[in-house]
C-alpha cells in the first residue's frame, strides 16, 4: 500500500510537465510510472465532512471504514478497528510503515495505533512499540518522529511524561534502533541486504526534511524515501521468505501534503518527483516476485493547487505556468523560512545593535531578505517593496503564514495558483499493478471510480484477512 499523502490530479500533471521541460521529453515520453498504472478515482469524504482529513483517509484505507476527521484507527463512535496491518500480523505476515513524516503521524498511526484524536502523538507511540491490547505489531518502523519516543528530560522531546520508549521499546522485542542514513547502510551490509527485525528508524526529532533540502546535502544523514523503500522490501522479503510467510507494508509519501499547506510548490515538487522513484522501485520489486500486489492512492488533495493563475482580474489571463521559475528555487519555503528568522533573531540582539552605530541594522535586514531569502534561495530578482516590508519583519508574523507568503511568491512569478493552506474534496487518483504472474481479474474490483473504503476492502480481500476479530480484541 502506497499513499501519496495530499497529492491531487493537478499535482499529477505538475510533476509530468516539470519532468517533460527538465528532459526535454516528448509529450509520450514525460509519461510517469504513475500515469503508466492509472486505474481508477478514490473519493475522500469522511463520516463527518464533505472534506477528509489525513486521519479518517487513511482509517479508510486501514479499517476499511468511515470515520470522523481527526480519528485515528477508530470509528465514527470512538471505538477502536481492527487494522489491515495488524490482521496481517495476526496472520504472522511480517509487517512494515515507511514514511517521511513522524511515525506517529496521522497517516502510519491510523495502521498501527487507536486514538480519538491525531494530536495524541505521544499515545500513538506507545501504541506502536507494542504497549497496547494487541501487543507490538509493527516489524519495521521507518520515518521521523524521534521526539515522541524520548523522556521530557531529554532535549528535544515532544513528550509530556517521564517516559523513554525507545529504551521501554527493547522488552517488545525491538534490539535494534537506528537513527541516520549511514547506520540504516551499515546494517544492511551486515545483514547481507537486510535488516534484522524488528527494527525501528527515527531519522529526525521532527517530520524529515524536504527532498529539496535533503538532496542539497542540508540533510545528508536522513535516506531518501525510495532507499527506505527498497531496504524494507528486501528485509520483509527476506523474512518473509524464510518463514513461508507473506508481508504487508505501507509507504507514504508524507511531505507532498506538508508542503502544499505551505503553499510551497518548490518542496511539493520534489516531493512528487521522489514518489515517482519510489513507485520505480516497488514496481521493479513486482517484476520480480510472484503473487505481489501494489496500490497507490492519496486520502486527499491538498491546496487547491492549479496549473495556471490569473493574477489580475481585471486583465484576460494568459494560458502559461512556467517550469523554468520552479527549476530555479534552490530550497524549500521552510528552509528559508528558519534561515530568515534565525538572521531577525540574531539582528535584534542589543549587542548586535550596539555594535551599529550608523543605524544599519535595516538595511541589512532588508539586503539579506534580498540576496540569501529570495535571491539565492528562489532566485527571485524583481521583489516588490511588499515582499521585503513583510519578510523583513517575518519575526512578528506566524510562522506557517511566512512560509505561505514565501511559497505564494515563487507561485505567482511561475503562475500556480492555490485556494487553501488546507485539503480538498476532490476525487484523488488510483493506481494500482500486481506482478506479472497475476491475472488482470486481480485488479477488476479497483477499476472505476471508489470510495476510499473499496481500497481497505481490497486489501483485506487480497490478503484473506479478518478484521472482526481484531476488533473484538482491542475492545475487550
Known amino acids: 500500500m502506497m499513499v501519496s499523502d495530499g497529492l491531487g490530479p493537478a499535482s499529477q500533471s505538475y510533476a509530468r510537465s516539470f519532468r517533460q521541460y527538465k528532459k526535454n521529453y516528448t509529450a509520450e515520453e514525460a509519461v510517469t510510472s504513475l500515469d503508466e498504472i ?122 509530556q511524561d517521564d517516559r523513554d520508549l525507545i529504551k521501554e521499546s527493547k522488552s517488545f522485542g525491538w534490539e535494534n534502533v537506528i537513527f541516520n542514513r549511514q547506520q540504516l547502510e551499515d546494517m544492511m551490509q551486515k545483514n547481507e541486504d537486510a535488516l534484522p527485525l524488528p527494527l525501528l528508524g527515527l531519522f529526525h526529532l521532527d517530520h524529515m526534511s524536504y527532498e529539496v533540502d535533503r538532496k542539497r546535502r542540508f540533510s545528508a544523514e536522513e535516506p531518501p524515501l525510495n532507499k527506505m523503500t527498497e531496504a524494507a522490501l528486501k528485509t520483509l522479503k527476506t523474512n518473509a521468505q524464510a518463514s513461508g510467510q507473506g508481508f504487508f507494508l505501507m509507504i507514504e509519501g508524507s511531505k507532498i501534503d506538508l508542503a502544499s499547506h505551505s503553499n510551497d510548490p518548490v518542496a511539493h515538487l520534489h516531493e512528487i518527483l521522489e514518489y515517482h522513484r519510489t513507485i520505480r522501485v516497488v514496481r521493479n520489486f513486482l517484476k520480480e516476485n510472484p503473487d505481489t500486489v501494489m496500490i497507490s492512492t492519496s486520502d486527499h488533495e491538498t491546496g487547491g493547487f492549479t496549473l495556471g493563475l490569473q493574477p489580475d482580474p481585471r486583465t484576460y489571463p494568459d494560458y502559461l505556468w512556467k517550469p523554468e521559475v520552479i527549476d530555479r528555487a534552490e530550497a524549500s519555503a521552510e528552509l528559508l523560512g528558519k534561515k530568515l528568522v534565525a538572521f531577525l533573531a540574531s539582528e535584534s540582539r542589543e549587542d548586535q545593535r550596539a555594535q551599529d552605530p550608523n543605524g544599519n541594522h535595516h538595511q541589512r535586514i532588508e539586503e539579506f531578505v ?90 483485506t480481500w487480497y490478503l484473506n484477512l479478518d478484521l472482526e476479530p481484531i476488533t473484538k480484541r482491542l475492545v475487550g
Not at 494530536?119 to 507490538?136: F, K, N
Open 38 to 159: 492509472l486505474i481508477g478515482a478514490s473519493r475522500t469524504r469522511s463520516s463527518n465532512s464533505l472534506v477528509t482529513d489525513s486521519a479518517a483517509g487513511a482509517t479508510a484505507f486501514s479499517c476499511a471504514l468511515k470515520t470522523y476527521n481527526a480519528a485515528v484507527g477508530v470509528d465514527p463512535e470512538g471505538i477502536p478497528c481492527g487494522t489491515v496491518l495488524e490482521a496481517a500480523k495476526e496472520m504472522n505476515m511480517f509487517t512494515g510503515l515507511v514514511v517521511t513524516s513522524r511515525v506517529t503521524h496521522a497517516t502510519p498511526a491510523s495502521f498501527s495505533a487507536h486514538v480519538v484524536h491525531r494530536d495524541m502523538e505521544a499515545d500513538i507511540a506507545v501504541h506502536q512499540i507494542g504497549d497496547y491490547a494487541l501487543g507490538r505489531r509493527v516489524d519495521l518502523l521507518l520515518g521521523g518522529g524521534r521526539c515522541f519516543f524520548l523522556p521530557n528530560t531529554t532535549e528535544g522531546s515532544c513528550r
Open 370 to 459: 534580498k540576496t540569501e531569502i529570495l535571491e539565492k534561495g528562489l532566485h527571485i530578482t524583481d521583489p516588490s517593496e511588499e515582499e521585503i516590508k513583510f519578510l523583513s519583519t517575518a519575526d512578528t508574523q506566524p510562522f506557517d503564514y511566512l512560509l505561505r507568503f514565501i511559497g505564494r511568491a515563487i507561485s505567482k512569478r511561475a503562475y500556480l495558483g492555490w485556494t487553501t493552506a488546507g485539503h480538498t474534496g476532490v476525487d484523488v487518483n488510483l493506481y494500482a499493478e500486481s506482478s506479472q504472474d497475476q491475472d488482470d481479474w486481480i485488479l477488476d474490483r479497483l477499476r472505476g471510480n471508489h470510495e476510499n473504503t473499496d481500497i481497505g476492502d481490497f486489501l
